[in-house]
């Protein structure tokens, strides 16, 4: 009986947060984690700890940023490995913008990192997804994306933007046999969040990992958690501003 190719994930982001912990989770099904991001020595040491627990892992260091990379990032996989079955597109983040700070270029680093970042790699991963008519993109959007939220215009704007795009992809590349998830996760204790104010119902990691990558397995068109938090943010979509926006601003005084 033939033994059942090991599927092949490329996780961006995968240094730190939420990238490193998929990876662990993913690596321990036994998947071979291709992880990017800038650091290499971090990505090295998650290489280490994962080759220590039997999984299988490799650093390929780059910045999503930057679309040459990203296209001889997954030239790269291809080359090595024929193919990649899941692209987790995580890399992203931003902190608050206070008013005083909003610069066109402040707006530009935002969607450079979580718009481009992303559509460098789906560019780059396209064409091999298409002709094996498989695979899975995964994008992670956020709650942040939903609604404009207090001081954060540019992060919100190009989650949004991200959102969009993941779910017009989704649409698209169905019916060409490719798989696409679309996350938008609320507030999770991760290095990105540390300095942020306020972050009502916030998850713990693990948790959240857990539910991420139970969502990526069994892809899932779209998750939304902590569960309660995902519908007050449907449900304040709904609110005309007269009333969201005095909310909105009382909610993150607090
Ligand atoms: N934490 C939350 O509350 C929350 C909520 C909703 C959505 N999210 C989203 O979840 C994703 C992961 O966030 P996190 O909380 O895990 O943040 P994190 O711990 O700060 O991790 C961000 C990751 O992105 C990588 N990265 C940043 N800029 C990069 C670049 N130019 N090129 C390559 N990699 C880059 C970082 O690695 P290097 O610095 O080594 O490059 C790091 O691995 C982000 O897209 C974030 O927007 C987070």
Not at 131 to 157: D, E, M, N, T, W
Not at 222 to 244: E, H, K, M, Q
């Amino acid at each position: 009986m033939a033994v059942p190719a090991r599927i092949i994930t490329l996780i961006t982001g995968a240094s730190s947060g939420i990238g490193a912990a998929l990876a662990r989770r993913l690596a321990a099904r036994g998947e071979h984690v291709v992880l990017v991001a800038r650091r290499r020595a971090l990505l090295e040491q998650l290489v280490a700890e994962i080759a220590a627990t039997a999984g299988s892992a490799e650093a390929l260091p780059c910045d999503v940023t930057d679309r040459e990379a990203a296209r001889a990032c997954v030239a790269d996989v291809l080359r090595r490995h024929g193919r990649v079955d899941r692209l987790i597109l995580n890399a992203g983040g931003g902190g608050r913008t206070p008013p005083e700070h909003l610069t066109a270029a402040e707006m530009r680093a935002a969607f450079d990192l979580n718009v481009m970042g992303v559509a460098h790699f789906v560019e780059a991963a396209l064409p091999a997804l298409l002709q094996q008519g498989s695979g899975q993109i995964v994008a992670i959007g956020s709650i942040a994306g939903f609604r404009g939220l207090p001081h954060a215009a540019s992060y919100g704007a190009a989650k949004a933007a991200l959102m969009n795009y993941a779910e017009s992809l989704r649409v698209d590349l169905a019916p060409r046999g490719i798989s696409v998830t679309l996350a938008a996760p609320g507030f999770i204790v991760s290095r990105d969040t540390r300095k942020k104010r306020s972050k009502p119902m916030a998850m713990a990691l693990d948790p959240a990992a857990d539910r991420l990558a139970a969502a990526i397995v069994a892809r899932q068109s779209y998750v939304s958690f902590p569960t309660l938090l995902a519908w007050i943010a449907r449900l304040l979509r709904l609110l005309p501003a007269a009333f969201y926006d005095p909310l909105i601003r009382a909610l993150d005084r607090r």
